[in-house]
């Protein structure tokens, strides 16, 4: 056969495979560079052993294999690099469906939950005794065609690469299970998930490969590319508690305010209040204060509070008493956050670093902008952020209510593009600017209209507006390409767990379980 797979040593690394080269909690390089669209991890169960329904003891599910996927589809000569990907065939009977999903922009060793029932993916397989794959992105983790991150190795990623690696892996792939080599796409059903950013991949392949999946599900999927993204705080601002929002906002204006002001005293006194007076750029200093906005991806309807209320009731409860929806005011919320940044938000966010290491973005030679080494997701995540997606997160427009400074533009993250890629945009002249129209016109956007397309969105996602649920858009939901929104957060509905404490993410799970087992029962093997 042309293309092998191995069984590797079993490794359970879990989230710190994901967070090993990450300077945050989070998983960012840096405390100034935004938030990924990225999947939440759901964990795999600890005990037993995995069994198939007719009672063999199977594989664990972190049990890795590797793929022989080619470095260039356009030009196949230049050969293969292991692709690694996880599997199981725990509910799998002759005729079942393959689920094929990856979880984009992360080293994927953490993702194999994804395998099992706690997650949408193994609810369709059990339903429709299909097999489940975790398939790591390529340029992440540990499945690169080069052996570091350079600008000449990354010249292989793209998001039709990315795309193309789906469709060969589909074609190309024998399983690791009794009579894997004979259920390609034509031999049996593929189905493809994704969320987020590989949610949008998702409706991406359905768009460039016609009929290569009988079924697709894209949750919080971002389709729509955008440069200046400013619509990330919006569900954020609409949801988070009033007095908060109120106060937040008040803040933010004052600091803006001050810091155009040129008065140096007032200055001065701010950057001090949140210890943040090494810093010499303003935009960093008031950037910074996005952290906290940020903390709102984390949370999901199981989740709990976290640390985005943390920092909530830091400003809004007083001497056991909270606000009203008003707030407290400027003169509390000033003070109240500059204490809890300093306090106790700093060094959960930077640990031991100093100021400007973790939020300065000025110079050009720190580790983060120059470190080349694989298995840094960030690095190659800005790739195709500075090339083809944006998703600046940025204040809102004047005239518009904003809960982060107005002073960082889409210019203050393209220039963050020319520290990490000099090679690649030093030479143009002006700062890159992501092309995202051409992004949007190759893979149709908001305007993806395709068969067998499954979407799902929440109402509380701060990428929501990147989806087909954006404000303004009352995009129709059909037949074949379902629209449905729940309560939730940002890929919530991956999660079976958050279907148990959120009926209306259970909804958008059981539709989604009825449409696709329609559409599976229509699909008909290709003649030989």
């Known amino acids: 056969m042309a293309l092998l797979w ?18 945050t909690r989070d998983g960012r390089l840096h405390a100034n560079l935004a938030r990924r669209p990225s999947v939440p991890l759901v964990p795999p169960p600890e005990d037993g052993p995995v069994t198939s329904r007719n009672g063999t003891q199977l594989p664990p599910y972190n049990t890795t294999y590797y793929f022989d996927q080619l470095i260039d589809h356009t030009n196949p000569s230049l050969g293969t690099f292991k692709q690694r990907f996880w599997t199981t065939y725990e509910f799998y009977e002759t005729g079942g469906p393959i689920v094929l999903f990856t979880p984009g922009e992360a080293n994927a ?50 998001i039709q690469q990315a795309i193309d690696d789906l469709e060969y892996f589909a074609k190309n792939v024998d399983l690791p299970m009794p009579g894997g080599d004979a259920v390609k796409p034509g031999q049996a059903p593929w189905i493809l998930i994704g969320g987020s950013y590989s949610g949008a991949l998702t409706s991406f392949t359905m768009v460039n490969k016609p009929n290569l999946f009988q079924a697709a599900y894209a949750s919080s999927a971002v389709v729509e590319s955008i440069v200046d993204y400013w619509g990330y705080f919006q569900p954020i601002l609409e949801y988070m508690p009033k007095n908060c ?65 943390e920092f909530c009731d830091a400003l809004e409860v007083k001497n056991g008493v909270s606000a009203d929806p008003k707030g407290w005011g400027l003169e509390h919320a000033l003070q109240a956050w500059g204490s809890y940044w300093t306090n106790t938000y700093y060094e959960n966010l930077c640990g031991d670093e100093d100021v400007v290491s973790c939020l300065g973005t000025y110079n050009a030679s720190q ?4 470190d080349t080494s694989i298995d840094n997701a960030g690095r190659s995540w800005m790739w195709i952020v500075c090339n083809e997606v944006g998703f600046y997160q940025e204040g809102a427009p004047l005239g518009h209510p904003t809960i982060v400074t107005r002073l960082v533009q889409p210019p203050y993250d393209e220039r963050q593009c020319t520290y990490m890629f000099p090679e690649a945009f030093d030479h143009l002249g002006h700062l890159p600017v992501p092309n995202v129209d051409a992004t949007n016109k190759a893979y149709h956007g908001w305007f993806v209209q395709e068969n ?52 209306t993410v259970l909804a958008v799970q059981k539709q989604a379980l009825k449409t696709i087992a329609g559409w599976i029962a229509e699909w008909k093997p290709s003649k030989p």
């Not at 191995?6 to 495979?17: I, P």
């Not at 390529?138 to 000449?152: A, I, M, Q, T, W």
């Not at 600091?255 to 960093?284: P, Q, R, W, Y």
């Not at 919530?492 to 279907?499: C, Q, R, V």
């Open 367 to 370: 580790e983060f902008w120059t």
């Open 452 to 503: 067998h397309l499954f979407f799902a969105n929440g109402h509380r996602d701060p990428w929501r507006e990147a989806t087909l649920a954006a404000d303004g858009t009352h995009f129709r939901s059909t037949p074949g390409q379902p629209l449905t929104i729940s309560d939730g957060f940002h890929c919530s509905d991956l999660s079976t767990t958050n279907a148990n404490v959120d009926s």
């Open 109 to 158: 060793q953490p993702y194999s939950g994804y395998l099992t029932n706690r997650t949408i993916n193994g609810q369709i397989a059990q339903e429709l005794n299909g097999v489940t794959i975790v398939l790591e992105h390529r340029y992440y983790g540990l499945s690169n065609p080069f052996p570091d991150l350079s600008v000449k190795s990354l010249r292989f990623h793209t």
């Open 245 to 309: 929002s109120a106060d937040v906002q008040a803040v933010i204006a004052h600091i803006d305010s001050v810091f155009t002001s040129g008065n140096k005293k007032e200055i001065d006194s701010i950057k001090a209040l949140f210890n943040m007076s090494a810093l010499t750029h303003l935009d960093d200093a008031a950037g910074a204060l996005r952290n906290n906005l940020w903390d709102w991806q984390s949370l999901s309807p199981s989740s709990g509070g976290g640390l985005f209320f």
């Open 6 to 23: 191995k069984l590797a040593s079993v490794l359970s690394l879990a989230l710190a495979v994901t967070l090993a080269d990450a300077k």
